[in-house]
């Protein structure tokens, strides 16, 4: 679903990631761990074309993000390519970003409505079951700004996935949530995880919840993929002392 390769990336003479490579697996859950700096949200932002690759390339369900084919010839993306590309993937940040003037429904409604051309009683009925998911289906008209932080990141969860996209980009998303919070928004990630076929990529600091739900976690450290294992393997034997130094900071 996901293939780096040899993807390099800087800003100025900064190299923030270093002919990476790696894959993932459509329905595979992974976790993306290492040290601030390291590169980890460089890569989400590159699968959400807010940032260009300055080498290599990135395929997305078997699709060049950054090319496409004219007849012999490979040329840029144009601005209609790089749209169809971006509707299969969603991303939940850090802060939710909800639509603060919509309430929870036309916030889950807006965007399959306008730019999937979803009837909107289509859109409601799904963003109705998703208020299910992630529990929140008593909301549908409440005003965000009377949500607590973890029902608002719920509400984003939903809001991404009302896209049906491929695959979810998942950036720190409880780091801004008091920690009695945090608890809900990592069982809807689970819940999510497990009933659904979608492609995981999280960026995250809950060592315990990248350890329960992960397919696999690779460490990074330097814009290099440091380690790529199961969690079990990850979190019990790692192999580089680096890791280990880590885990212990953060454990
Ligand atoms: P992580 O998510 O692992 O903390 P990031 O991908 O955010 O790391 O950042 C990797 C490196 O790239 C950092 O040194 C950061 O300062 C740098 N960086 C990220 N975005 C920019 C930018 N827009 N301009 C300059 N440097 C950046």
Known sequence: MIRFSGVVKKFGDHVVLDELDFTVAPGEFVSLIGPSGSGKTTILRLL??????NGGTIHVGGECLSHVRRG?????????????????????????????????????????????????????QRARELLGLVGLEDKADAHPTR???GQQQRV??????A??????????VTSALDPELVADVLRVLRDIAT???????????????????????????????LEDA??????????????????????
């Open 147 to 149: 949500l607590s932080g």
């Open 195 to 225: 009933t659904t076929d979608i492609t995981i990529l999280c960026v995250t600091h809950e060592m315990q919840f990248a350890q329960d739900v992960s397919d696999r976690v690779m460490m990074f450290d330097h814009g290099r993929v």
């Open 163 to 172: 896209m049906r996209p491929d695959v979810l980009l998942l950036d720190e």
């Open 156 to 161: 984003a969860i939903a809001r991404a996935l």
């Open 230 to 251: 199961v969690p079990e393997k990850l979190f019990t034997a790692p192999e580089h002392e680096r890791t280990k130094e880590f885990l212990r900071a953060v454990i």
């Open 72 to 124: 012999e010839r490979r040329v840029p993306a144009d601005e209609k390519h790089l749209r169809v590309m971006r509707r299969r993937i969603g991303m939940v940040f850090q802060q939710f970003n909800l639509f603060p003037n919509m309430n929870v429904l036309r916030n889950i409604t807006e965007a399959p409505v306008r730019s999937l051309g979803l009837a909107p009683a289509e859109a409601e």
């Open 48 to 53: 959400m074309t807010l940032e260009k690759v």
